[in-house]
């Protein structure tokens, strides 16, 4: 298995530009509007929004004004699969559409596909949609046809800030550790890395430096894998099953102890 | 009985407890769940291509890779 790869993106200087957004959908062939409709957000300069089928890149506008629009403070953040060490996507999947490359990385096979949507409700990031062309479930697959020709992701590769950066995920630790320490050196006290540690879901390939809490850039702080209430769900379901035929013998004991009460003259 | 009550008990007990194997999965650690790709280099059905399968209104061939290439060689890395 090669080194896994992965994305390190710098929030900071995101300046949401969003040519990763154009780059995905370039090289991957996504349509830029769905089925030809623009719609607008009506409250945002985002008109992307989320992520989703045709929406493999997402920058996010978070734009924190006071009612007076006096001061404000926007946060920007390109966000996209976590491609996760543990995928929760993954082992919801029923076809095994859903595989995980030398890389690293996590790919949908759309041709393997049947749009179950199991793997929508298992993302604990909400990244994975039905794209409405093939209804089948789509998300990143970290350029995995560039990978395999030595090129880097056509977002990255497109970033103009370096914001999205990409390489082996021992690397990008190293570069995202320094890059946490300059900022805090320069008084950014709160900037911190999202999912770089083994501690979120066994680690995220693609992990960020945010300077505010998760849920700001609506980000779960603590995601789970779906699997998580295996043992305490079976164990109860055993308990259940165990109840309701106590609940039974005791019920047939009483009906029968009245009916040979009855038969009795 | 009591042999045949403690087999039932420790069947429940194991299968109650059994997890998947991407709840233990660490970086770089082989496929996990992923059950079909055991090679270590993983062969994708139609390579990555988001509409493998779909039916095309107008069949087009696909598109040649000469920007990309392109691109390749104009960008700063």
Known sequence: ?265 | MKHRLITALTALVCSSACSSPETARTRGDGPGADLGNRDPIVRMHEGSKPYAGTPRLIPTPPPPLDPADQADRLSRR
């Open chain 1, 1 to 265: 298995m090669a080194e896994p790869m992965g994305f390190y993106t710098d929030t900071t200087v995101c300046i949401g530009c969003k040519a990763c957004e154009v780059a995905c959908k370039e090289w991957n062939q996504l349509p830029a509007t769905n089925g030809g409709v623009n719609t607008l957000s009506g409250d945002s300069y985002d008109n992307t929004r989320r992520l989703d089928g045709i929406h493999w890149r997402h920058v996010k506008f978070i734009e924190q004004f006071p009612e007076d629009r006096k001061d404000g403070r926007w946060l920007l953040m390109s966000d996209v699969c976590k491609h996760c060490v543990q995928a929760a996507c993954l082992e919801v999947c029923p076809t095994n559409a859903i595989i995980r490359t030398e890389f690293d990385t996590v790919v949908i096979q759309s041709d393997v596909c049947n749009g179950c949507r199991a793997c929508i409700a298992a993302c604990p990031f909400g990244v994975i949609d039905i794209n409405p062309v093939s209804n089948t479930a789509q998300k990143c697959t970290l350029c995995y046809d560039r990978l395999q020709s030595g090129m880097e992701p056509a977002c990255s590769k497109a970033c103009p800030t370096d914001s999205i950066q990409f390489g082996t995920i021992r690397e990008l630790r190293e570069r995202a550790g320094a890059r946490v320490q300059q900022l805090q050196n320069a008084g950014e006290k709160r900037a911190h890395l999202y999912g770089a540690d083994e501690k979120m879901l066994g680690g995220l390939n693609s992990f960020y430096l945010l300077v505010d809490k998760p849920e700001v850039y609506g980000l779960p702080p603590d995601p789970k894998m779906p699997t998580r209430n295996l043992v305490p769900g079976s164990l109860f379901s055993i308990l259940g099953a165990l109840l309701v035929g106590l609940i039974g013998i005791v019920n047939f004991r009483r009906r029968g102890a009245g009916e040979v009460k009855e038969a009795r003259p």
